[in-house]
């Protein structure tokens, strides 16, 4: 059975999701939800791209009888594979600012809420 | 000798990790270790900047992977004449604001971090002038983004915080739409080298897809870059920021991962021939224009002496991606190519001036809140009494950012005016005039309020900032009047191969893609990449 | 009421972690035949540390991996790691594998890519364990009258 559109529609549902979170939330955790709704949804595109039908996973093992040329040519395409795993690292690291940023801001203003975080304005 | 370019982000990257370890002592460990050497691997790093300038275009291949048969396997390190002058203005600068931060820093906890994050941030934005495949301009983006984020919150205050936060949200979320566009454009050419990106393209029709990398690719780097419908975080950020890292954020990092990699994107890859080039040059005029003329109406009314310095940032950066545009659009048109070459001269020259004014200003107003303690011109006043070299340089950083002889802010916004004019678009260059004078006049505001008039009682005791910061404003100020006066000199080393390197746009795929493939597995890998059948 | 959670956690804890902290190793050291490699084994060995801070409390934790080990242990990773791309250049050109690479599927082949898999397996481990230490020192505003 395949599927069709049906995972880009996912990952095209999934950033407006998230894009909606960060634009319409006012509580500072959702908006950083919304920000790793967002980047889900961008690694889940990146893996589709790299999908071939009937493809195996591009991992050898001892034993594996398949010459060189035909195992480049069944496999899924493991580029954009490494391209999610640079992008998730990147992203822990976002994240892990965004969460510390949160956690002060909560200390100084005493409030999760965005709107009563505004000194700035003009 | 093109062994020596990894070493531009190595270096940086090395001090980097070395840096926190020294605040194993404890948080508030001092010391003058960590910064004498941050301060010499800035020296090392614009003298080899300076000694790279004006070598012909060359091209790295890390770990050598293609002329061991496996083409477009290896990343590549590339440096062209964009590449040189942005080397050259990056270093310069960071060197600067490290000999600045000597003496600013010191009232910080923390320090190592400071000059750790300074370093990563460096390195980051080395790499990506440096590098030849778009994936790795998008990590080292994100590693020199990253750093800043946490340096404009160093501070820890109440509006630190929330600028920060802010920051880092519009940030990620539009990193995530260049990653997008990055996907879009493997599945399409299935290459992540931008010579071969380049190759790929022309040969395509202009499918949707197409539009859409080149629209998320805008929407990324234009937020990067502060252009108007994505500036809204760069008047709370770049205040916010210790005023070292004000005059990188404002001075280089919004050209090195903004502006750079829209031309390089927009000259070399998607390229001028094609539907989506020209299409590009319209929007990126758009764009500016609109930049140049927000930024400064909003500048007007501001009171926030760094407030005011960043929405200014915002224009100017409106005055280099409309010269970019105009020409842009001349090429698209196969209109003449020396009034191409003209305007993209003027908004490469202005780019440059602009980090070596705005970093200045931005130093001096940290010099004014260092001794006065406030940014807020209402308070401030009859500092050219008390703080001499600041107010001086401060002055000749205001001539120059207002386009006044013979500095260097007049010969390049003249340039885009010309150009401008030239290229048949009146309108905008009547508008660049008015806008200039704005600037003008904001910045009489700024120094009636900040170096005229009697200084309030309370400010009467402040004296002169200690010698590494005023030695830093000296070399700025000095630089200001030299790329200004001596332009005949320095166009034909530092400007002209950068405007060559555009104006050549397809040439990039031409110079600097890998020799053909030469082992047959990976042909195999190349050939069915890219192809999507779910 | 003593830092940490109840004697079931502590003592499961207890049980677990050594295991935990093999397995991250593991899956670091045999990144180059298998999937995993050094973020994800890096990962798995913070995961054994933040479950040792959950359990005890910051106080015991300090005294089996402390603050100063974390930064120690994060900047030495990421040096070993530039110096084994450094030491490419030896061989030729910058980031080149020049160790010999081996027979496929063995533990020791692959030239530098073990090594390069453990500078970030201990750089990545000792990095998250750095983050969430330095975010469990934070108390919300308004908790101070509830400690007794």
């Known amino acids: 059975m395949t599927l069709g ?19 319409a939330k006012k509580n500072i955790i959702k908006i950083i939800l919304g920000v790793i709704m967002l980047e889900h949804a961008v690694n889940l595109f990146l893996l589709l791209l790299g999908y071939r039908s009937g493809g195996t996973a591009p991992i050898r093992s001892p034993g594996d009888t398949v010459s060189a040329e035909a195992f480049a040519a069944g496999s899924v395409d493991p580029l954009p594979q490494a391209l999610i795993l640079t992008s998730i690292v990147i992203g ?15 200390e100084k203003f005493g409030t999760f809420d965005m709107t009563r975080i505004r000194e700035l304005r003009g | 000798m093109n062994d020596w370019l990894p070493l531009f982000v190595i270096i940086p990257l090395g001090v980097g990790f070395i840096a926190p370890l020294g605040s194993l002592r404890g948080p508030r460990a001092g010391g003058n270790r960590i910064p004498a050497l941050a301060l010499l691997t800035g020296l090392l790093l614009l003298g080899g900047s300076l000694a790279w300038l004006g070598r012909e275009a060359a091209v790295y291949w890390i770990g050598g992977w293609p002329s061991r048969g496996s083409p477009t396997v290896g990343l590549s390190l590339v440096c062209d004449g964009l590449s040189q002058m942005l080397l050259v203005t990056i270093n310069a600068i960071a060197f600067i604001s490290l000999l600045y931060s000597w003496s600013y820093v010191r009232r910080y906890s923390g320090q190592p971090l400071y000059y750790s994050l300074f370093m990563i941030m460096l390195a980051g934005m080395n790499a990506v002038v440096l590098s030849g495949d778009v994936f790795n301009v998008f990590v080292f983006m994100e590693v020199a983004v990253i750093a800043s984020y946490a340096l404009v919150a160093f501070g820890t205050e109440r509006p630190e915080l929330e600028a920060a936060f802010k920051y880092v949200v519009l940030g990620s979320v539009s990193s995530l739409f260049v990653l997008l566009g990055i996907g879009l454009l493997y599945n399409l050419t299935g290459q992540l080298n931008m010579a071969l990106i380049a190759e790929h393209l022309t040969g395509l029709p202009p499918t949707p897809a197409v539009w859409l990398a080149a629209g998320c690719f805008i929407m990324g780097f234009g937020l990067k870059a502060a252009m108007v419908p994505f500036h809204a975080w760069l008047p709370d950020a770049h205040p916010s920021a210790p005023a070292p890292i004000s005059a990188m954020l404002s001075g280089v990092l919004i050209k090195a991962v903004g502006v750079y990699v829209v031309c390089r994107l927009m000259f070399s890859v998607f390229g001028m021939a094609s539907p989506t080039g020209a299409a590009y040059a319209n929007v990126l005029i758009v764009l500016g224009a609109l930049s140049m003329l927000i930024g400064v109406l909003l500048a007007v009314g501001q009171w926030d002496f760094k407030r005011l310095l960043a929405y200014h940032s915002i ?48 130093l001096c107003s940290g010099s004014a809140e260092y001794t006065c303690g406030t940014r807020d011109l209402h308070e401030l006043g009859g500092l050219k009494g008390v703080m001499p070299m600041t107010s001086g340089c401060c002055r000749v950083a205001a001539l120059s950012i207002a386009g006044v002889p013979p500095f260097n802010g007049f010969w390049s916004k003249l340039i885009i005016v010309v150009a401008l004019a030239l290229a048949g678009y009146w309108g905008l260059a009547a508008l660049a005039a008015v806008v200039s004078f704005m600037t003008l006049l904001s910045f009489i505001k700024v120094q009636r309020y900040v170096l005229e008039g009697d200084i309030p009682p309370r400010l009467s005791t402040v004296g002169e900032v200690p010698v590494p910061m005023r030695v830093a404003m000296a070399g700025l100020a000095i630089a200001c009047l030299l790329l200004g006066v001596l332009v005949p000199l320095h166009k034909g080393v530092l400007i002209e191969p950068a405007t060559t390197a555009l104006t050549e746009g397809q040439t990039y795929a031409v110079r600097f893609r890998p020799a053909e493939p030469v082992d047959e597995v990976y042909v195999t890998v190349v050939e069915t990449a890219g192809r999507v059948e779910p | 009421m003593p830092p940490g959670m109840s004697p079931i956690v502590r003592t499961v804890a207890r049980l677990v972690t050594g295991f935990i902290t093999m397995y991250g190793i593991y899956v670091v050291l045999y990144g180059h035949v298998s999937p995993g490699g050094g973020f994800a084994g890096g990962a798995i060995l913070a995961a054994g540390f933040i479950l040792l801070l959950l359990a005890f409390g910051k106080v015991r934790t300090e005294q089996i991996v402390s603050h100063r080990m974390a930064i120690a242990w994060d900047s030495g990773g990421a040096l070993a790691f530039l110096a084994v791309a450094a030491l490419g250049y030896v061989a030729g050109s910058f980031f080149l594998n020049f160790l010999a690479l081996g027979e496929p599927y063995r533990l020791v082949s ?27 020192v934070f108390r919300p505003a308004g908790d101070r009258e509830d400690e007794t």
């Open chain 2, 315 to 362: 224009s100017q950066m409106g005055y280099v991606v409309l010269a970019v545009g105009v020409g842009a659009a001349v090429l698209a048109a196969e209109g003449s190519p020396s009034v191409a070459a003209l305007a993209i001269f003027g908004g490469l020259f202005h780019m440059v001036n602009h980090a070596a004014f705005k970093s200045l200003l931005f």
């Open chain 1, 92 to 106: 822990l690291g976002c994240l892990a600012l965004m969460v510390s940023l949160a956690l002060r801001l909560h």
């Open chain 1, 5 to 23: 559109v049906l995972p880009y529609v996912l990952a095209l549902v999934l950033t407006f999701i998230g894009l909606y979170v960060v634009v």
């Open chain 3, 110 to 136: 692959a030239g530098t890519l073990p090594l390069s898999n453990a500078s970030i397996g201990a750089k990545v481990g000792a990095g998250l364990f750095g983050v969430f230490l330095a975010l469990s």
